[in-house]
């Protein structure tokens, strides 16, 4: 089963709007990071957060954690058509198996 | 610079058939990984390692096998593929033992099973 589920599947917007991204986890963890995937290609870490920091920031990107909640969410803001991808969160466990687990993705299309 | 390399990119094969990909790093990363991506799953773990001579099962491991000679490399065997295997395959290696850290991933390998 996956341990991340990310909301939406699928998100349009137009350029320069916000794009927000959301993503359920089950059990405890270390960090959850991000990753972004363009079409068919690999995937791209974006940035970490570890389970003691409740937000974190870099470039246009905003990513915060509510581990009581166990949710992440990632905003893109004054988004580019270049932004246009696949982004997927996924989670460190805080014991066990040090592998990261991934969710389904969300798929991201910015209208120029 | 430093990079991680899947080959074949693309593969056709038979039902039954062996197949192997290939991995090969050139980070010195102690951990690798192997996964496959699937519509509506995201990526699944197949295989992982943290050093040579170590290797691990992931969650979807059965007619999988993966052997670690030496810090670069990790190759993925399918014993006898399966159409169930068609998928892509994407190769991720990240530094330090047991590191939680971000993962370095290859462009994925294409397999087709008929």
């Known amino acids: 089963s996956q341990q991340g589920e990310e909301d939406p599947q699928a998100l349009s917007i137009q350029e320069g709007e916000n794009a927000t991204m959301n993503c359920s986890y089950k059990t405890s963890i270390n960090n959850l990071q991000w990753y972004r995937q363009n079409s068919g290609r690999g995937l791209v870490h974006l940035i970490l957060i570890r389970s003691n920091e409740r937000e974190k920031h870099s470039g246009r990107l905003r990513v915060t954690l509510d581990t009581s909640k166990k949710s992440s969410s990632l905003l893109i803001t004054a988004s580019r058509a270049a932004d246009t991808a696949s982004y997927f969160c996924?989670?460190?466990?805080?014991?066990?198996?040090?592998?990261?687990?991934f969710g389904s993705g969300t798929r991201l299309q910015v209208q120029p | 610079d430093a990079e991680i390399t899947q080959s074949p990119r693309h593969k056709i094969t038979e039902t039954g058939r062996q197949v192997t990909l290939a991995c090969h790093q050139t980070w010195n990363h102690n951990n690798m990984f192997w996964y496959r991506q699937d519509l509506g799953h995201g990526l699944r773990l197949i295989h992982y390692s943290y050093g040579v001579q170590d290797t691990n099962k992931g969650e979807v491991s059965d007619g999988y096998s993966v052997s670690r000679s030496n810090t670069e490399d990790l190759p993925l065997t399918l014993e006898s593929a399966a159409s169930s295997q068609t998928s892509v395959y994407f190769c991720?290696?990240?530094?330090?033992?047991?590191?939680?850290?971000?993962?370095?991933f290859g462009e994925g390998s294409r397999l087709t099973v008929l």
């Open positions: 991720a290696s990240r530094s330090g033992r047991g590191d939680t850290g971000e993962l370095f």
């Open positions: 996924a989670t460190a466990p805080d014991t066990g198996r040090r592998a990261l687990t």
